[in-house]
């Protein structure tokens, strides 16, 4: 499955964006959804993951009740919502996707290399 990440852009703190992952070959649905990312000189971060229904969330600690992360899977898209950023959410964000048929739980959901399909980044910068 190929995935396009859009929707970042330039910020002010406190600001919001709404980014968006589409897929235009295969069925979103049939994959969780995750979104990661990586700010410079740091390692890739994992943001927030969703099953394959929409039913299930899963978040970084640091991050929730900030960040939302939802689907439509009738148009093929996952979304992240983000509200109150700060600088330090400047990164480049990357959605990701992965079936998960072998392996369960907030800790595979949370781990970049567990997901096999990934999307170009797009890059979030939060002015103070």
């Known amino acids: 499955v190929q995935l396009q990440a859009s929707g970042g852009g330039l910020v002010q703190a406190g600001g919001s964006l709404k980014l968006s992952c589409v897929t235009s070959?295969?069925?979103?649905?049939?994959?969780?959804g995750g979104w990661f990312r990586q700010a410079p000189g740091k390692e890739r971060e994992f943001v927030a993951a969703?099953?394959?229904?929409?039913?299930?969330?899963y978040y970084a600690d640091s991050l929730k009740g900030r960040f939302t992360i939802s689907r439509d899977n009738v148009k093929n898209t996952v979304y992240l919502q983000m509200n109150g950023l700060k600088p330090e959410d400047t990164a480049v964000y990357y959605c990701?996707?992965?079936?998960?048929?072998?392996?369960?739980?907030?800790?595979?959901?949370?781990?970049?290399?567990?997901?096999?399909?990934w999307g170009q980044g797009t890059q979030v910068t939060v002015s103070s």
């Open positions: 070959q295969g069925t979103f649905s049939n994959y969780y």
């Open positions: 990701a996707a992965d079936t998960f048929e072998l392996c369960y739980g907030y800790g595979c959901y949370a781990t970049d290399l567990e997901y096999d399909y």
């Open positions: 969703i099953s394959k229904s929409g039913g299930s969330t």
